[in-house]
């Protein structure tokens, strides 16, 4: 199978290959796809070296599958052309997640609903796609009413560039091109821009995209999200309201069930997720399971991912692996 990944040499194509290395997905040829700066270097792949092309060869060349990961105006330009020529497309940016046309796709949670005439399918917004990873089986049991969510996220998820500023702010470096703020030592309430509700398109995205891949617009969603100076993995706070009562020791089974989730919640032993542990895994993890006892119905929880894994490159090949195993690619 021709894949072409586009966005490839960056932090988040780098994860995807790696991603469908570790997971022996059916790549016969790949097709690394990047700016023209980029044309003409060397990426590793399987143990062998392929060539970076522009967009234009590497739809001449006709991939079966394109995953890109290179920004919102460069999939609204390019997914079209690529999916025009008969390949499907996996698209990790924001450019087509509300677009009621595509389908925005948790493959544990609403994988279901892909279809052979799917051609563009969007990857959600990283703090997304770990928070909906808990949600689903607990709504699917309780029916989730409203949820007010934190998010401390880690600066990877802004590229390689903010992964570098911060590293050398660490040295001494005075400079902050990435964030408004100086981010190593420091907490930046704001991720993406405001919005003229006062909230950032962060906090909206979380909102909009849970109802959708959720498949249910009566989800009350308010969000709160948060860059902090950890090199990988987001962390959320998240308190759910249900509609019907539950059992703490019942929440714990049910998580632990869901495939792609691992509880770590032990308190006596000060066992919880944290972003150092989850880094370079591809599991969601879910712990400080506790019942809010201010109101009725509600329950407190801690999730942490890698966002670069499950929050991009994982679930992004998980989509591809699942258009695969229907044949549609």
């Not at 932090?11 to 044309?39: C, D, Q």
């Not at 087509?96 to 052979?116: F, H, I, Q, S």
């Not at 009562?245 to 089974?253: G, K, L, M, P, S």
Request: aromatic letters at 6%.
């Amino acid at each position: 199978m021709r894949v072409a990944v586009v966005g490839a040499t960056g932090l988040v194509g780098g994860t995807m290959l790696r991603t469908l290395e570790e997971r022996n997905f059916p790549v016969t040829e790949l097709i690394p796809v990047a700016s023209e700066k980029s044309v003409g270097n060397k990426v590793t792949f399987a143990g062998k070296e392929w060539p970076v092309v522009n967009a234009d060869t590497a739809i001449a060349m006709k991939p079966a599958l394109a995953i890109f990961s290179a920004g919102g105006s460069v999939s609204l330009e390019l997914a079209p052309r690529f999916a025009e020529a008969g390949c499907r497309v996996v698209d990790n940016s924001s450019a087509w997640r509300m677009d009621p046309a595509k389908k925005l796709v948790v493959p544990e949670v609403n994988g279901y609903t892909l279809t052979k005439d799917d051609m563009i399918i969007a990857n959600p917004n990283c703090s997304t796609i770990q928070m909906v990873m808990v949600l689903k089986p607990l709504h699917d049991k309780y029916h989730i009413k409203r949820i007010v969510v934190s998010t401390y996220q880690s600066v990877s998820g802004s590229g390689q560039k903010a992964v570098s500023e911060m590293m050398a702010q660490r040295t001494g470096s005075t400079e902050h091109n990435v964030y408004p703020h100086r981010i190593d030592m420091n907490v930046i309430p704001q991720i993406d821009v405001f919005t003229e509700n006062g909230y950032t398109k962060e906090e909206m995205k979380m909102v909009l995209e849970t109802n959708k891949i959720m498949g249910d617009d009566s989800i009350k969603v308010t969000a709160t999200t948060v860059r902090v100076p950890v090199t990988a993995g987001h962390s959320e706070s998240v308190n759910i309201e249900f509609r019907e009562d539950f059992e703490e020791a019942d929440v714990r089974n049910l998580l632990a069930r869901f495939p792609g989730v691992i509880v770590v919640d032990n308190p006596e032993m000060k066992a919880y997720p944290m972003p150092l542990h989850a880094a370079g895994k591809d599991e969601v993890f879910v712990g400080r399971i506790r019942r809010d006892y201010s109101q009725p119905n509600t329950l407190n929880c801690w999730i942490v991912a890698d966002n670069l894994r499950k929050g991009a490159a994982t679930n992004a090949v998980q989509i591809a692996k699942l258009l695969h195993n229907n044949g549609w690619i």
